[in-house]
Structures are given as C-alpha cells and as structure tokens.
C-alpha cells in the first residue's frame, strides 16, 4: 500500500489531483481531508470538519499518519484578501493568510516527512493577476521561495487560470473594487470593461486568458497553440510533480509545460512589498 495525504481534496484541483494519482498508482491508499462533515469523494479515508488554523484540528491528522511512511502530500488550500491591486498590502493581510496557506504546510512536511510535497501557485507577474491578486501575490512567491529552498522535499505546481468557486470569488470582488473607485490603478481596466460591453466575469475571463497566450508564450519553444488549462492538464501536473524527476517549479498553461529552478525577475509592483517574505528566505522543512 502508497499512501498519499490530500489537504482540500473537495476542491476541484483537489479532485483531479486524486485522479491523478490513482491513474499513476494503483495501490494508493488517498487520505484526505475536508472543513465539512462529508467524505471526500474518491478518497480512502477523509479527516472532516478540518479547520486548518487550528492546531488541534490539525493534530487529528497528524495522529493518525504519524509513522507511517507517505508518498506524497498534495496541498492545495490557499486563502487571503484578494480583488484589489497588489501594491495594496499590509503586513497584517499576509501574516493571517500564511496562518491557512502555508504554516500547516510547513507542519505536516516537518512531522510527517512524506517523500514530496506539492503545492499550487499561479503566473503572479501577469498584469491581469497584479491587478486583482492583491496580498495574495505575496503568499504565492513565499510558497515558491520555500519551495526553492527545499528542492529535494517540495515541488510547485503554477497552473494557468481555470474555472472554480475561487475564480468567481476573486472576479466578484475585483467588480466590486472596480465600481468602488477606491484604486486609481484600476480606472483603465474599468474602461475596458464598460468598453467590450460584455458581463464583467466573462471579460475578466477573456482578458486573463489574453494576457496568459500573449505573455507565457516568451517562456518556451512551444509547438502547441494556446489553450487555456483544463482539469485533464491539473491532473498532469500533479502526475510530474510526483511521479516523474523535474525542477523544483513546475508551469503548465494548456499544452504548454516547462520547469524552473530560479524565480522570475518579478515587477516592480511586486518587488515595492517583497520586504514581506524576507524572513522565509531560507525555512527548511
């Protein structure tokens, strides 16, 4: 028996993540986990009502796989203020969403020592992201520099943009910011919007997948046309991560896929609260 842990199997990514590894691996044993009271569809065991900012929920978890030996832990719960631009961020935003995003990331690898583990991050320096990410641009690249510390232990998965509750959320609130007129840096994108003359979350959708084909495509000899990502494309990516040797980073936007060992040379946008991160700089797991 493989045993594999899933933190927030529920979630979409979640569900093609234990897809793919029961396509890979036909004696796993999947645990997963949940903040509801029902079973994790498709998984062996489910850990329910899991609040992950809590130590003693977390402790259930850490119980019952305490000594045993496990393959892979997928993470890919992450939380934080969103819907405005990201030169809008205080200390206080980044430090509550690194108490749900990453700290009992950091306390499962360290208690548990499963083979790998694997988390999901996105393409930050996109303008359509650092316009609507806002805190949680910064969440992201902690992920990645911790990743990057710990290349023999932890992997990062960046998708392109997909549909899921966590996509509609981050476009209802950027439409609320936009109307709000609170953010000078979004008057143009407002502009736009009224402009196309289209609902905003399909504007939104159709701008994000632009600017993914315009900018990524630099990234890659690709031979493929764009596509935007698919559920059959998060499956592959947690299949590499896991089951195959690759570079710490891992991006994957449709047909196109290509590995990282360094961080990009991020904006300037970015790089004005990059002060933030600085003390993950260098956290083992």
Do not use: C
């Amino acid at each position: 028996m493989n045993r594999y842990l899933l933190i927030g199997g529920n979630a979409i990514s979640g569900q093609a993540a234990l897809a793919g590894i029961r396509e890979m691996d036909k004696n796993a044993y999947i645990y997963s986990s949940t903040s509801k009271d029902t079973k994790v569809s498709g998984a062996d065991s489910t850990f329910t009502n899991l609040d992950l900012t809590h130590s003693a929920s977390l402790g259930k978890v850490l119980q019952e796989l305490k000594g045993k030996e496990i393959n892979a832990l997928v993470y890919i719960p992450a939380r934080g203020t969103v819907g405005r631009p990201v030169n809008y961020v205080s200390p206080e935003e980044y430090e509550e969403s690194l108490k749900f995003s990453v700290l009992p990331m950091l306390t499962l690898m360290r208690e548990l020592n499963p083979r790998i583990g694997v988390w999901l991050s996105g393409f930050m320096w996109l303008k359509s992201l650092m316009r609507i990410y806002g805190p949680m641009t910064y969440t992201k690249i902690t992920m990645e520099e911790i990743t990057l510390q710990n290349p023999e232990k932890l992997k990062i998965i960046r998708y392109g943009m997909f549909k899921s509750d966590s996509t509609r959320g981050i476009s209802i609130l950027a439409q609320k910011m936009l109307r709000s007129g609170i953010y000078p840096e979004l008057n143009e994108i407002e502009s736009e919007w009224r402009a196309s003359g289209k609902k905003f979350k399909d504007f939104f959708s159709v701008e994000n997948l632009k600017e993914e084909e315009t900018v990524l495509q630099k990234e890659g000899n690709f031979t493929s046309p764009y596509r935007p990502l698919e559920l059959r494309d998060i499956q592959s990516g947690i299949q590499k991560a896991i089951f195959h040797k690759t570079k710490p980073i891992l991006n994957l936007v449709g047909d196109w896929y290509w590995e990282n060992d360094s961080l990009p040379d991020w904006p300037e946008e970015i790089k004005a609260n990059l002060n933030l991160i600085e003390k993950w700089k260098y956290s083992k797991v």
